[in-house]
């Protein structure tokens, strides 16, 4: 199910490009905590000029998780399943909404610093078959 989240002004956001280049696939089950980290990171370093979605698959997630997601970011696009499809068949439910040219598989506990983005990008072109 394919959940819109509030957009209130309180809310960090993080980007929704219209047409994203890179569209990160993030599954989440029970690491409330990691996961508002992992966001914050996102929020503060995903680099502006990169057009980029973030896609959190609820995966059979807690109640502390949901309201991570639901009361504290805004900009996400959220996908739920009940049943808990592990990481793989997380990834695989973020895929069927993702539209970006480019598939960035995160973990929920991943912290990212600046200037992590533009590098694998930059590779990318470089090496397009890879």
Known sequence: ???????????????????????????TT????ALEDCLRSLAEHLPPQVPCEVIVVL???TREVQSVV???????Q??????????????????????GRFLL???DDVVIGP??????LATAAVHPAA
């Open 1 to 27: 199910m394919n959940t819109p989240v509030d957009s209130s002004p309180d809310r960090i956001r993080l980007p929704e490009a219209a047409q994203p280049e890179v569209s990160l696939l993030l599954p």
């Open 115 to 120: 200037g992590w983005l533009e590098p694998l």
């Open 105 to 107: 598989l995160l973990h």
């Open 78 to 99: 959220v996908l739920t399943s009940v049943a808990n499809l592990g990481v793989a068949g997380g990834y695989n439910l973020a895929r069927t909404a993702a539209r």
């Open 59 to 61: 995966n059979a997630a």
């Open 70 to 76: 639901e009361r504290q970011f805004t900009g996400l």
């Open 30 to 33: 029970n690491q409330a905590e």
